[in-house]
């Protein structure tokens, strides 16, 4: 049977629900009791009146002694999840998906339709998080139990991410067990959770540091929030305080610039006026993702070292001119 719009596949969930109740000799108000729920709304989702959540879609399968698939039908069950506003994908023992929603196909896995069954979903969330998104799936499977978690998810493929809160939970398709898998984006989320954790640190800090301490531990902030890999600040003119250096890296980047030997008078002339001359008269951020302009921009040799390819500047103002310049740099 196909279903193609929302409005056919809330009627026929209502349908199979009233069924499988009227098998069970269940009224709607033993079926409301047994899954925690009103009357009414039962009512509403028998009749196709409602959009039901598939927390209460799961309810209601539990108190029929049923499961989401015996409802709707593995097909259905993917025609369900078409509009839910994220991730939605059914995954077999083996990890492979058989069933999807056009965000999982289209936002995460860039494939056409014909090309979706049975690829690996866990080549769908990051290698660095794999490990723990595999663990969980087998959890999930031996446990019966739904499980939470956060991981990062590739987009279009990859190497771009998004952090996304991935629900699982076991669910019978044709006799066997599966895990249905439900996420949303919680990035935003977990940028603000960084920037308050490094903002708690720094205000935390003793009042005796010195400002390079200070400086350098923001920096090694940013550094970690844009997931970036190189930060830098540079002093304009005589806005240093006292005996403060001109320049001040992160502690990555000051670890790499030691072990490239970059001498002082490279720094030094890193910190020439002239070679911020865009940031400075423009006073506003800038990002540079070539390699060879920020090399003409910095006025340095096509054939020379260079430790930054991509970078994100941005100029701190006093008195309305530019005192300081504040950037990250190689983000992958």
Same mark, same amino acid.
């Given at each position: 049977m196909s279903v193609d719009s929302s409005d056919s596949i809330t009627r026929l969930l209502g349908?199979?629900?009233?069924?499988?109740?009227?098998?069970?000799?269940?009224s709607q108000e033993k079926l409301a009791e047994c899954a925690g729920l009103h009357r009414t709304y039962i009512g509403t989702v028998e009749r196709g009146e409602q959009?039901?959540?598939?927390?209460?879609?799961?309810?209601?399968?539990?108190?029929?002694?049923?499961?989401?698939?015996?409802?709707?039908?593995?097909?259905?069950?993917?025609?369900?999840?078409e509009l839910f506003p994220g991730s939605f994908?059914?995954?077999?023992?083996?990890?492979?998906?058989?069933?999807?929603?056009?965000?999982?196909?289209?936002?995460?896995?860039?494939?056409?339709?014909?090309?979706?069954?049975?690829?690996?979903?866990?080549?769908t969330v990051h290698p660095d998080d794999r490990a723990f998104a595999i663990e969980q799936f087998s959890a999930i499977l031996s446990s019966g139990n739904e499980i939470t978690g956060e991981a990062r998810v590739l987009l279009n493929g990859g190497p771009e991410y998004v952090w996304r809160s991935i629900s699982g939970r076991r669910i019978e398709v044709d006799g066997e067990a599966c895990v249905?898998?439900?996420?949303?984006?919680?990035?935003?989320?977990?940028?603000?959770?960084? !920037?308050?954790?490094?903002? +708690?640190? *720094?205000? @935390?800090? /003793?009042?005796?540091?010195?400002?390079? $301490?200070?400086? #350098?531990?923001?920096?090694?902030?940013a550094e970690e929030i844009t997931e970036s890999s190189t930060g830098f600040c540079h002093f304009i003119g005589d806005e240093r305080i006292g005996d403060q250096p001109a320049q001040i890296w992160s502690?990555?980047?000051?670890?790499?610039?030691?072990?490239?030997?970059? !001498?002082?008078?490279?720094? +030094?002339? *890193?910190? @020439?006026? /002239?070679?911020?001359?865009?940031?400075? $008269?423009?006073? #506003?951020?800038?990002?540079?993702?070539?390699?060879?302009?920020?090399?003409?921009?910095?006025?340095?040799?096509?054939?020379?070292?260079?430790?930054?390819?991509?970078?994100?500047?941005?100029?701190?103002k006093k008195s309305g001119q530019v005192a300081a310049i504040f950037g990250v740099a190689n983000k992958p």
């Open positions: 349908l199979r629900v009233r069924r499988w109740r009227m098998a069970l000799g269940y959009n039901i959540t598939v927390a209460n879609a799961e309810k209601i399968a539990n108190a029929l002694h049923i499961t989401l698939a015996d409802i709707l039908g593995t097909q259905q069950l993917k025609e369900f999840y994908s059914i995954m077999n023992p083996e990890g492979k998906v058989i069933a999807w929603n056009p965000f999982m196909r289209d936002v995460i896995a860039a494939l056409p339709e014909e090309e979706m069954y049975g690829i690996d979903g866990m080549e249905l898998a439900l996420g949303i984006d919680i990035t935003e989320h977990k940028r603000l959770d960084s !920037v308050r954790k490094y903002t +708690d640190q *720094l205000f @935390s800090m /003793d009042e005796s540091v010195s400002v390079n $301490e200070l400086l #350098q531990t923001a920096l090694n902030a502690s990555n980047a000051a670890r790499m610039l030691e072990h490239a030997g970059i !001498v002082s008078a490279r720094r +030094d002339h *890193l910190n @020439s006026s /002239d070679i911020w001359k865009d940031i400075i $008269e423009s006073k #506003q951020a800038v990002i540079h993702n070539d390699g060879a302009s920020i090399r003409k921009i910095r006025g340095i040799p096509s054939d020379a070292p260079s430790h930054i390819s991509r970078e994100l500047i941005i100029p701190l």
